[in-house]
């Protein structure tokens, strides 16, 4: 198979969350001499989500949802509206949800 990359030399593609939405940012903290980078969504850090919670796993920033309603809300002003939102089905129905406080 010439010209094809297997998976493991494919590169992943993914989706920055700190430029996707206001609610992640990133932190420098000092690791073993040097300097490295941590993702945080409202200031919890994703590493300490996953170490928690294991992974994969979904988390949904609840600034950015309700700055969602709160836009749509607005944005349908006198009509008569009924808001609804869906998280992500979960396949695996013996897996236990974290919640972290914030």
Known sequence: MSGSRSSSQRKLEY???????????????????SSAEEILCERVSLESVAETAGTPVYLYSRAAIESAYRELDRGLGSLPHTLCFAVKSNGNLSSQTAIFPF
Do not use: A, E, L, Y
Not at 24 to 30: A, I
């Open 15 to 33: 989706i920055d969350p700190v430029s996707f939405t206001s609610h992640f940012s990133r932190k420098r903290v000092p690791k073993s001499g």
